[in-house]
């Protein structure tokens, strides 16, 4: 179990940094359902399968739309001015 | 102030508050040896006093039903506030576009997944007493049904089926019915949200008391809730898209 | 070596304030937002585990089994609506000023500049 969660501990502080340092917000949303991913794994190894289900219902599906549909807004409106 | 500025602000701000966070937290009981008496006595009395085999279910519903009937309302106002800002397209001016998904193979994987996803938030749902699940997590998976409709079809499609007529009425009824029930059992002389059904047998569907009824309720509220906030985020981004609204 | 899992609560909290204060996109704002609140739900975790311990579900297993601490999970789970509830709302209020102010960018909008 120790070198499982140590993994997992890691895999979560990496994602972490790395959501924050991404720029691009397309970018940014690509590796936010990563972490997400990395979360629910240290959930699980956590022993908290309700948790889990939660964080990987709203980190998969719930989170990732609404903000990929706000993203394409902005763009849309941007790609308008430039033409 | 410059980036610069700030950036060197917010370390010697961050510094302090890492150390004070750090020193704080080491006063805790060591990693995996949780000390603490509550989750304790609630695994001792999880089957004698509410007959539960998923015991976070129990302290989400019944122990702690109060914080659950507090969620679901921020909740409700979180859709509130997202519908008011939006809303300014009216729904009419994008009844009709047309921004069909072209692949046969995602047309076909979305008519097989939106039914077996759908089947799988309700039992996620019905069993959330017995085995991990519950309502919020059902309801999530069950918007996601909803959601794949969009994804795999077109947003005509979704627009149709997840129009807000229906889906206003039936969070509403959602969040009523648990305060509804929280009601009622006052009515029948009980505390606020206390159980106040038969605790049936342990480890099937009808065990636990009113806990599946507030099950149902909180998962079709947040279904509804989340169907809600995606319509007005793909409407929004659908409108500017094909000129229906000023970008 | 077992304080690592508190520190990792800190440092995710710690990580996420560092992308706020540096944010140049009202989006990329909220996304180090929720990865804040996501800290929170490491830490809350780490308190309630406990070694040899498994899930507090006994649908198949004895009742005499060591199982973690029910009610973290409880607090974790309405966190994790809370979250999404302010994330969404704190991306409609950047789709919603960009709709007035035609920028994304904090330091360019006239009222939050600072």
């Known amino acids: 179990m120790i070198p499982l969660q140590a993994m997992c501990l890691a895999l979560v502080a990496l994602g972490a940094l790395a959501v924050v340092v991404a720029r691009d917000v397309v970018r940014q949303a690509l590796v936010l359902s990563l972490y997400g991913f990395a979360l629910v794994a240290l959930f699980v190894v956590y022993q908290a399968p309700d948790v889990a289900l939660s964080a990987l219902a709203v980190g998969g599906v719930a989170y990732p739309l609404v903000l990929v549909a706000a993203i394409a807004r902005v763009n849309e409106t941007q790609r308008r001015r430039k033409r | 102030m410059t980036t610069r500025g700030r950036t060197a602000l917010f370390l010697a701000g961050a510094g302090g508050l890492g150390a004070l966070l750090l020193w704080g937290l080491a006063g805790l009981p060591d990693f995996g040896h949780y000390a603490g008496p509550y989750g304790d006595i609630l695994v001792h009395v999880a089957k004698p006093q509410r007959n539960i085999a998923n015991v976070v279910t129990g302290v989400v519903f019944d122990w702690r039903g109060f914080d659950t009937m507090g969620e679901e309302l921020i909740l409700f106002g979180a859709v509130v506030g997202v519908a008011m800002l939006l809303r300014e397209t009216r729904e009419h001016d994008v009844a009709d576009v047309v921004d069909a998904v072209r692949s046969d193979a995602v047309r076909a994987s979305g008519l097989v997944a939106v039914p077996v996803t759908f089947v799988l938030a309700l039992s996620v749902i019905a069993h ?120 | 070596m077992s304080y690592l899992p508190y520190a990792l609560g800190a440092w995710v909290i710690l990580v996420g304030l560092f992308g706020i204060v540096r944010s140049r996109n009202l989006i990329h704002l909220a996304v180090c937002v929720s990865v804040v609140q996501s800290g929170t739900y490491v830490l809350l975790l ?69």
């Open chain 2, 128 to 247: 959330g007493h017995l085995t991990p699940g519950g309502g919020f997590q059902g309801g999530v998976v069950a918007s996601a049904a909803f959601a794949l409709v969009f994804l795999s079809a077109e947003y005509r499609a979704y627009h149709r089926i997840g129009g807000t007529a229906l889906w206003d009425s039936v969070e509403g009824t959602g969040a009523g019915a648990f305060v509804g029930l929280g009601l009622l059992a006052l009515a029948l002389g009980l505390a606020f949200l206390e159980n106040f059904l038969p605790l049936g047998t342990w480890n099937t569907l009808l065990s636990t008391g009113s806990i599946p009824l507030l099950n149902w309720a909180s998962g079709v509220a947040v279904a509804a809730g989340f169907v809600l906030v995606y319509g007005e985020f793909l409407q929004e981004t659908m409108a500017v898209r094909h000129g229906k609204a000023k970008p």
């Open chain 3, 46 to 114: 780490a308190i309630g585990y406990r070694d040899e311990g498994t899930a507090p579900v006994f649908a198949d297993i004895p009742l005499s089994r060591k199982t973690v601490d029910p009610v973290v999970q409880a607090l974790t789970l309405t966190d994790i609506v809370v979250a999404v509830c302010v994330s969404a709302l704190l991306l409609t209020l950047a789709v919603h000023s960009y709709r007035r102010t035609g920028s994304l960018d904090p330091s360019e909008i006239a009222e939050l500049k600072g």
